[in-house]
Each structure stands twice: as C-alpha cells, then as structure tokens.
C-alpha cells in the first residue's frame, strides 16, 4: 500500500523561553500586522494530541508523523508509545534548525508562512505530504485517495477567485492606514494567496480553507532550486507579513498549471 508522510506544525506560546526570544523579535522586528503577534497565535491548549489520535486511527496509510517545532515537544506523545498504538519510529520531532539548516540567520522565527515555505526540507520527507496545523482533525476514516490519487495527482480543495480584487482591497487598506498613528494593518489570509498566484502570472488563485493540505516536496524544491532569490526574501520576516505569499497557494498554483486535480 502506498504510504505518505503527515506534517504538523506547533508551538508553545506560553513556554517561558520561546515567549522571551519572541518578545526579543518583537522589539527588534516590529510585525507589519498587528494580528501576527497575539499571544493567541502561539497558545497551546493539547489540540495537537487529538490532531495525531486522529491521523492514527483514521489515516493508517500514513507512514510517519512530522512535527514541526522550535526547541519544543508537545505533551502526551509518549501515551501512543506506551499504549502500544504506534512505534517511537513513527512520530518524529524536527526542529526549526533542521528545515532552516543553511539559513540559520533567519532563526528565530515566529512566522507560519515562513516555516510552511521550509516544510519540503524535513529529511527522509515522503515527496507527497499531508500538511495539517495543530487544530487540524479527522473525523472519519480517511482513504489516500482523498488526497493523492493512483496516478500521483494531488486532490485540492477550495474555489476559485480573481487575484485582483484581493490585491486592490490590500491596497486600499494600505492607503487608509497610512493617514492613523497605528501603521500595522490586520493580516489578510485571502491576501497572501493571491500574492502567490500574481508571483506566477496567474489571474485566479484557489482560496483553500483551514484544513489538511496535499502537498509535494519536488514542487518546492523544483521551484525554490530556480528561484532561491525568493525563497530568502519570504522567511526574511520574523512575523507574518502582507509583502509574504501563501507558499501552500504558490504549490496549488503550480500544481493547477499541470492541470492536475483540484476539488
């Protein structure tokens, strides 16, 4: 049976360490939005135990577990291991300095779209991966199918929109903002999608929802191999910023352009 790997990325605000380092970045870095630093952004409340529960029994095609984190580990892992619900081999820990190895200058960081732009470099990565945040949870038994089909095309879930409207409501905004004393704007979701698709050239974006994410590895690496130039400008903010792209809307927009499958 064909196997994939599952990526979580998680993290623990309130974990005294990582709470200084980000009010370090705080003070050195001011984020251009003012919603990409509440302290709700980094909270852990035990989502990521229900998130693995779930992939576990819902998902056995699922080779290994990955999570993502900054010198970190999430409580009650052991409890699958002791249970005998699944080996130590298939839930491994990666830290920020494995997918960041070369580009350690842009660490710490406190910026999703940065670290999802560095997902495709977890050593012994499957070439197609499931990407799910913390919160992310299956409620049903799962087929691969749902998300890679037998002839490796990845099934993508969204609609589509024009790249556009999203842009000039951006800069509408923008303008507005610059006349109030509080220079940071509210980060826009819709916004960074559709900076991906206008990267590429492209009129329309698929806007995806909060939800698992089929993704491969080869896209990113064929794409940032050419374009490293870009790779360093994204995880050059340490917050989430507007001037950033969605790197899961850049893959989509890639792997749309082969015509592959999109739900």
């Given at each position: 049976m064909?196997?994939i790997d599952?990526v979580?990325?998680?993290?623990?605000?309130?974990?005294?360490?990582h709470r200084?380092?980000?009010?370090?970045?705080m003070?050195?870095?001011k984020?251009?939005?003012?919603?990409?630093?509440?302290?709700t952004r980094?909270g852990?409340?035990?989502?990521?135990?229900?998130?693995?529960?779930s992939?576990l029994?819902y998902?056995p095609?699922i080779?290994k577990i990955?999570i993502?984190?900054d010198?970190?580990?999430?409580?009650?892992i052991?409890?699958f291991f002791?249970?005998?619900?699944?080996?130590?081999?298939?839930i491994?820990i990666?830290?920020h300095?494995?997918?960041?190895?070369?580009f350690?200058?842009y660490?710490?960081?406190?910026?999703s779209?940065?670290?999802?732009?560095?997902?495709?470099?977890i050593?012994?990565?499957?070439d197609?991966?499931?990407?799910f945040?913390?919160?992310?949870?299956?409620?049903?038994e799962?087929?691969i199918e749902?998300?890679?089909l037998?002839?490796k095309?990845?099934?993508?879930?969204?609609?589509?929109?024009?790249?556009w409207?999203s842009?000039f409501?951006?800069?509408?905004?923008?303008?507005?903002n610059?006349?109030?004393?509080?220079k940071?704007?509210?980060?826009?979701?819709?916004?960074v999608q559709?900076?991906a698709?206008?990267?590429?050239g492209?009129?329309?974006?698929?806007?995806?929802?909060?939800?698992?994410?089929?993704?491969?590895k080869s896209?990113?690496?064929e794409?940032?191999?050419?374009?490293?130039d870009v790779l360093t400008?994204?995880?050059e903010?340490?917050?989430?910023?507007?001037?950033?792209?969605?790197?899961?809307?850049?893959?989509?927009?890639?792997?749309?352009?082969?015509?592959?499958?999109?739900?």
């Amino acid at each position: 049976m064909r196997k994939i790997d599952a990526v979580i990325t998680w993290v623990d605000g309130s974990d005294p360490a990582h709470r200084a380092k980000r009010l370090q970045a705080m003070q050195n870095s001011k984020p251009l939005s003012w919603n990409a630093s509440m302290e709700t952004r980094f909270g852990d409340t035990g989502e990521i135990y229900f998130c693995i529960a779930s992939i576990l029994k819902y998902a056995p095609f699922i080779r290994k577990i990955f999570i993502v984190t900054d010198a970190q580990a999430p409580e009650g892992i052991e409890y699958f291991f002791k249970n005998n619900i699944c080996g130590p081999e298939k839930i491994q820990i990666i830290d920020h300095t494995e997918i960041f190895d070369g580009f350690s200058d842009y660490l710490p960081t406190f910026n999703s779209l940065s670290i999802e732009t560095m997902l495709w470099r977890i050593p012994n990565l499957s070439d197609e991966f499931i990407y799910f945040n913390d919160d992310f949870f299956l409620m049903s038994e799962s087929q691969i199918e749902d998300f890679v089909l037998p002839d490796k095309n990845l099934v993508l879930y969204g609609e589509f929109r024009s790249v556009w409207p999203s842009l000039f409501r951006a800069v509408k905004k923008h303008v507005i903002n610059s006349f109030k004393d509080n220079k940071t704007s509210k980060f826009s979701h819709s916004l960074v999608q559709a900076n991906a698709a206008y990267r590429l050239g492209k009129k329309h974006f698929l806007s995806s929802g909060h939800a698992p994410h089929a993704l491969r590895k080869s896209t990113f690496l064929e794409y940032f191999s050419e374009n490293f130039d870009v790779l360093t400008k994204q995880i050059e903010y340490k917050f989430r910023s507007r001037k950033q792209f969605n790197p899961i809307a850049l893959a989509n927009t890639i792997e749309l352009s082969k015509k592959l499958t999109c739900r």
